[in-house]
């Protein structure tokens, strides 16, 4: 097999060289030279005759050895199409290319649209002045495969000479590939409809014609602005009816910004070959959706409310189940009606804060603004209001003072019978949620990327589910009160607990002040500091009865003294541009910065590209690093030559990195994906990574050899 393709190859190359000589006794205009490469050649016709005075018909002119290609405008899963640079043609303004119908290949599943063997692509040069010389000057760039891609660079030139109309033996090729350009005539005569529909329960786009046409000859090439695939259509033929259906399938409709479910609306243009004239339409879907087979939104409440019950279990929220564990302790010595009551209104103080959120999103999604999940913790104001509610509850977890009502609200508490303890439970589950946000737990992205795609109906229902799911363990503990008598009475033990537990919301005010410090500068965070130290300060004194002593006052002067001191420190590191947080893990991992525009064409060269969406403020990154990412095994790839890794830093507000997550859908981190010549579009990873998982989807987005070459000029 291997001696029979190079006995073709050299064939093909004399074939080359013949035509070549030949080409030579005519006027040299006719033709350009041929371009040759080891894979085929490629040169510019030009017909024989003008249009018009001063408009000339040529073509650009591929070869190709038996099993190779190159690709149509719209390529497919794969590979892009031949592009040429005029800008620097002289007296000559080339026109676009007009692209004769193509064909389909598929190969392991990859669908993608060319041309083999032998195509000519024409295009319509204009000569503006006729007494003057011409001469096209291109930078041809284009792709060929077969089994491997080899993108090719070449330079193209051609003259013109005054007054000369070329000889050429071409017109017929030239006019034989422009006859396959379809065209926009007969639109009415058999074109029926276009609508939205269903395929095997999939989105489909549905076309109705009325001409019964052999399925085998038909075919249909769909092409949109978004980044949205099309499979080859299933044809239907109705024999009585005389009409022809195609169902073309469509995916990507979830990576939409925003995502849904239907083709209905989206600006399209089909090409239809195999017709007694080929022909080409743009056409907007109408909806024509059958609801008992499209997906129900009963999928994605489940996937919120179990996210939601996951949610218990992420770090974030361990502070809050502290605080409650300790409730729960304190409350084993009252009565079954008061332990259902508190842990009631801390899940009422979950739901409540859950539909909150989610009336904000609806509300900035009406106005255009940018809309996600956590991104609140990006703004230091956020931050620095968080770590102020947080010592609060640690004060009141070491007991330093007690939440108490307004003198207003103790009056209507002796009508309504409502006490100090339940705005603490209230807060709990106001608390629990918002330190929920920065967490992803297991089926919260798919769910709330569905949510923030749909109508606000649906973003109420998604995000009360997740409170739900988040407000489990409460709503348990309600619905079984009597577990709370198998504690022991409170005692001595209790006030031990209390410190061990005021530990994790310790940890976590330190973190939120790493955040404030990653977004602002070393002035603010430490002005935070010092300000929520004087609160600990103030409600120890408080608690212990101690006069405004000396001590107060030197803690005042330090802390007046301590402002200039950090403003010049702030001013030195200018803190305020955000170093990316990549610099704290570049020992480890060689990262690069984001380019989703240079992710095409790394893996058109053979790599594989990991790319990571993550945050300071994001504790599921941080645990998928160390758990994962920094996994020696996963560090072996991702350093390994043919890897490029990325890591888009979303600490602080980027409109790249939060366009980026909407065209996959998703509005929260963490975020991974792993692209390569297997995948080129990228295969998403879960939330929670292993290593086996990362390592798996690399394996799955490579090849043994890279799928495209070096470039031959």
């Known amino acids: 097999m291997h001696i029979e393709n190079i006995y073709k190859s050299i064939l093909f190359f004399v074939f080359l060289s013949l035509i070549n000589v030949t080409g030579h006794s005519n006027i040299a205009s006719a033709h350009s030279q041929w371009i040759k490469t080891e894979k085929g050649a490629v040169r510019i016709l030009v017909s024989e005759e003008p249009i018009n005075k001063n408009l000339f018909l040529m073509g650009l002119h591929f ?31 080339p026109g676009p290319f007009k692209w004769p119908i193509p064909s389909r290949f598929s190969v392991l599943g990859i669908e993608t649209i060319g041309y083999e063997k032998e195509v000519v692509l024409p295009f319509y040069v204009t000569v503006p002045k006729l007494s003057s010389p011409s001469q096209l000057h291109g930078k041809l760039s284009y792709l060929t495969c077969n089994d491997i891609c080899i993108p090719i660079e070449s330079e193209l030139h051609l003259s ?32 029926l409809s276009a609508n939205a529909s269903f395929l095997e329960k999939k989105p489909a786009l549905e076309i109705n014609l009325d001409i019964k046409i052999p399925s085998n000859s038909l075919d249909a090439f769909v092409e949109t602005s978004h980044a949205l695939t099309f499979g080859k259509p299933q044809i239907f033929i109705d024999k009585e009816k005389k009409t022809t259906k195609l169902l073309i399938p469509v995916s990507g409709l979830d990576k939409l910004a925003p995502a849904r479910n239907s083709i209905a609306d989206v600006p399209l243009t089909i090409t239809l070959s195999g017709l007694p004239s080929n022909i080409e339409i743009p056409i907007t879907p109408s909806e024509n959706q059958n609801p008992d087979i499209s997906p129900s939104i009963w999928i994605f409440l489940a996937s919120a409310f179990i996210g939601g019950i996951i949610l218990n279990l992420m770090p974030c929220v361990l502070p809050v189940l502290s605080i409650k564990l300790l409730s729960f302790v304190k409350l084993s010595k009252n009565e079954i009606g008061a332990v259902r009551s508190h842990f ?112 606000t ?56 002040l790493t955040l404030v410090y990653a977004t602002t500068s070393t002035f603010v965070t430490g002005c935070t500091f010092l300000f929520l130290l004087s609160i600990v300060f103030f409600l120890y004194n408080r608690k212990n ?12 002067l330090a802390f007046i003294s301590l402002i200039p001191i950090l403003y010049v420190v702030s001013l030195k590191e200018k803190r305020w541009q955000k170093v990316p947080s990549n610099a704290l893990v570049s020992e480890k991992i060689n990262w690069q910065n984001f380019d989703p525009d240079q992710i095409p064409r790394l893996v058109s060269t053979g790599k594989t590209v990991f790319v990571d969406v993550t945050a300071d403020w994001c ?42 997550l909407a065209s996959f859908n998703r509005f929260g981190i963490p975020f991974n994906v792993v692209y390569g010549p297997g995948m080129p579009r990228g295969v998403i990873l879960p939330e929670l990574l292993l290593p086996g998982s990362i390592i798996t989807a690399i394996a799955s987005a490579q090849q043994e050899e890279p799928l495209i070459k070096k470039p031959i000029k």
């Not at 619905?479 to 530990?503: C, E």
């Open 545 to 556: 009865n101690f006069r405004f002593s000396s001590i107060k006052w030197t803690a005042i």
């Open 63 to 93: 070869k190709m050895l038996e099993g190779w290609k190159i690709y149509w405008r719209s390529p497919g899963d794969a590979g892009y199409p031949p592009s040429v640079d005029w800008s620097s043609s002289i007296n000559a303004q």
């Open 160 to 191: 013109l000479p005054i007054g000369i109309t070329p000889k050429s033996h071409f017109p017929n090729l030239i006019n034989h590939f422009l006859a396959k350009v379809p065209g926009t005539h007969d639109l009415e005569k058999n074109f």
């Open 344 to 455: 009631l209104i801390t899940s009422i103080g979950v739901l409540s804060t859950f539909l909150l959120i989610a009336t904000v999103l609806v509300a900035l999604k009406f106005f255009g603004m940018t809309i996600g999940w956590g991104i609140q913790f990006q703004q230091p104001w956020f931050l620095i209001g968080i770590s102020v509610l947080l010592t609060f509850f640690l004060c009141n977890v070491w007991d330093f003072f007690q939440f108490q009502l307004p003198s207003f609200a103790s009056r209507l508490n002796s009508k309504i019978s409502f006490s100090d303890g339940f705005v603490r439970d209230f807060l709990q589950g106001v608390l629990a949620t918002v330190l929920s946000t920065p967490c992803s737990a297991p089926f919260i992205g798919t769910a709330i990327g569905f949510a923030l795609a749909q109508g």
């Open 619 to 660: 504790i599921t990154c941080l645990v998928n690093k160390r758990v994962a990412i920094f996994d020696d095994s996963v560090l072996e790839k991702l350093n390994s030559k043919n890897n490029i890794s990325m890591q888009a830093d979303w600490t602080l507000p980027s409109d790249t990195i939060t366009a980026y």
């Open 457 to 512: 109906l649906e973003i109420y229902l998604i995000f009360f589910a997740i409170g739900l799911g988040l407000s489990v363990p409460y709503l348990s503990i309600a619905i079984l009160p009597q577990a709370a008598s198998i504690l022991p009475k409170p005692g001595h033990w209790t006030i031990t607990l209390r410190q061990v537990l005021g530990v994790p919301i310790l940890i976590t005010i330190i973190w939120l």
